[in-house]
């Protein structure tokens, strides 16, 4: 089935679920907020969504860095 990551079209198996997929691109969980269909999804249910063809996901990293002070 066909999905849409950060505006890239991706294949993945059927019953793929957002924590399955964050699993297999090897990005840490921690550190992401997943957007699914202009929806914010809670990190809680990451495991219990699972993403149907067409659907559209926003993955951002946070990333640390800059000075203070």
């Known amino acids: 089935m066909q999905i849409i990551i950060n505006g890239?079209?991706?294949t993945i198996d059927n019953n793929t679920t957002i924590a399955g997929l964050?699993?297999?691109l090897n990005i840490d969980a921690q550190r992401?907020?997943?957007e699914?269909?202009?929806r914010i999804?809670?990190?809680a249910?990451?495991?219990k969504t699972i993403l149907k063809d067409n659907d559209s996901?926003?993955?951002v990293s946070f990333i640390g860095g800059?000075?203070?002070?």
Do not use: F, H, P, T
């Open 57 to 59: 996901l926003e993955i």
């Open 22 to 24: 964050i699993e297999e």
């Open 66 to 69: 800059g000075e203070i002070g």
């Open 8 to 10: 890239e079209k991706r």
């Open 41 to 43: 999804i809670d990190k």
């Open 36 to 38: 699914l269909n202009m």
């Open 32 to 34: 992401v907020a997943v």
């Open 45 to 47: 249910d990451y495991s």
